[in-house]
């Protein structure tokens, strides 16, 4: 699909290592978001950005760090301080406004070995 | 901040039935109410929303309404077939501020339809 991507799809890490997750948007969208997801848990934010070179913690930073230098990109990094990393994470875009749909990624499954 | 519930947390239906799930929020300011619906291994996807001027919207088998004064909308599915098995999310939104799309979301109805 192309709208928004994520790679890669499946990422497996050694413990102690960082990785860094990809999303990249063609959307010309403003706001970009990085959600956890674990089963039966829903969606957890970890961060989000409504402009380039500004962010904001969600629920769930901690162990986790962004940037966001281009408009059409907004990578995450998992670090080591991050203890249970295991997961789905979802990235998501929208546009500015007040009522907008926000568009996922296809995800990328990070397992940690 | 938001504090969302979906409930059941789990719904069976048999296929031609019809499923309502519905979610609970809290903050009385919220004005936007999607649902998103997740199919296993899939990316979430907006299926339908209400704002809150509007009681009640109605896309082909689902509708949702709402009822601002109880603070709960709920997603309605008439003639569930197979592919209406999904993990279905709300998300109630309340712009703090212009540009805020900041989105709470639930922890989601499995609604599964029995064939």
């Known amino acids: 699909d192309g709208g928004i991507t994520q790679s890669p799809k499946y990422l497996f890490r050694k413990e102690g290592q960082n990785v860094t997750l990809s999303c990249e948007q063609n959307?010309?969208?403003?706001?970009m978001y990085w959600y956890r997801q674990d089963p039966g848990q829903g969606l957890r934010l970890i961060y989000y950005?409504?402009?380039?070179?500004?962010?904001q913690k969600g629920d769930i930073a901690e162990g986790y760090s962004v940037s966001r230098e281009k408009k059409e990109s907004f990578p995450l990094t998992v670090t080591s301080a991050q203890k249970n990393p295991t997961a789905f994470y979802l990235c998501?875009?929208?546009?500015?406004?007040?009522?907008?749909?926000?568009?996922f990624g296809p995800g990328t499954r990070l397992t940690v070995l | 901040g938001e504090n969302v519930e979906q409930h059941p947390s789990t719904l069976s239906v048999q296929e031609g039935d019809s499923a309502v799930i519905k979610c609970t929020y809290s903050d009385s300011a919220s004005n936007y109410f999607p649902w998103y619906k997740q199919e296993l291994g899939k990316r979430p996807q907006l299926i339908i929303d209400i704002r809150s001027n509007v009681g009640e919207k109605k896309d082909q088998r689902i509708a949702v309404t709402l009822n601002k004064t109880a603070k709960h909308f709920s997603l309605h599915i008439t003639e569930t077939q197979p592919e209406d098995s999904a993990v279905y999310f709300c998300?109630?939104?309340?712009?703090?501020?212009?540009?805020?799309?900041?989105?709470?979301f639930g922890k989601g109805n499995q609604v599964v339809v029995i064939p």
């Open positions: 998501a875009s929208t546009s500015s406004g007040m009522y907008n749909e926000q568009f």
């Open positions: 950005s409504q402009i380039v070179n500004d962010f």
């Open positions: 998300a109630p939104h309340h712009p703090l501020y212009y540009g805020n799309n900041r989105l709470a």
């Open positions: 959307l010309n969208h403003d706001a």
